[in-house]
């Protein structure tokens, strides 16, 4: 158990919709990170928030935004859902957010299927 | 961000060594590299990392080459439990702040 809580461990919902995931951060992490992870795409780096702020940005869609609470827990809301965002995401939290040295703890993920 | 080369698969016995190599030949002075592996049905979980010097850890050791072009994961007996897909990374801390890019990894198959 990483310490990294995730909700909901699945998802089920249908093209166009809109859908919030959830992620708690080990306590003491200040960092949060999102993945996503396809079958054609592999693991992709997807937005890291560091004590309530954006601090990078990878390949995340426009329909996709972020954001971290003051408790430092984040929540990945999804919009305009397409075929192809089904996936697993991962969300992930380290302690400074500097990469170097800052281990990544990941969560058990949440499959989102869209039908 | 720096590449890495990896093998797609490899295959180890029980209780033997596994070494996983991992090519990065456009390195730069100021990149870590940094290994990860995924279980099955889980998200990956941090495995070592290093800089310039071989690293030790409760996990696996890390080799470094001396021209940093290359490194070495290092599994000194696989279990059953260590059947996974590794990934080597390079992490520049002045530009990448915590982003992870994935490669393709190696698929590891652990014999009984």
């Known amino acids: 158990d990483s310490g990294v809580t995730q909700t909901p461990k699945h998802l089920i919902t249908a093209t166009g919709q809109r859908v919030t995931l959830r992620c708690s951060p080990r306590?003491?992490?200040?960092?949060v990170y999102w993945y996503q992870q396809s079958l054609d795409q592999g693991l992709q780096f997807l937005i890291q928030y560091y004590n309530g702020e954006e601090r990078a940005k990878g390949n995340i869609l426009e329909r996709f935004s972020a954001q971290q609470f003051p408790d430092l827990h984040s929540e990945l809301n999804l919009s305009s859902l397409e075929l192809g965002d089904s996936a697993l995401y991962f969300c992930?939290?380290?302690?400074?957010?500097?990469?170097?040295?800052?281990?990544?703890?990941f969560g058990p993920g949440t499959r989102l299927t869209v039908l | 961000d720096a590449k890495t080369t990896q093998p797609n698969s490899m295959e180890s016995n029980e209780e033997e060594p596994v070494h996983l190599p991992c090519n990065h030949s456009?390195?730069?002075?100021?990149?870590?590299i940094h290994w990860y592996r995924q279980l099955p049905s889980q998200g990956p979980e941090y495995v070592i990392h290093?800089?310039?010097s071989n690293v030790n850890n409760r996990m696996a050791s890390l080799a470094i080459a001396e021209d940093r072009k290359s490194s070495t994961l290092i599994l000194h007996r696989a279990t059953l439990r260590d059947a996974a897909v590794y990934y080597c990374?390079?992490?520049?801390?002045?530009?990448?702040?915590?982003?992870?890019?994935f490669g393709q990894g190696t698929i590891l198959t652990v014999h009984p």
């Open positions: 306590s003491g992490d200040l960092s």
């Open positions: 992930a939290s380290s302690v400074l957010g500097t990469g170097v040295g800052d281990e990544q703890f």
């Open positions: 290093g800089l310039t």
């Open positions: 990374i390079l992490i520049n801390g002045g530009t990448s702040y915590g982003k992870l890019t």
């Open positions: 456009t390195i730069s002075g100021t990149d870590y």
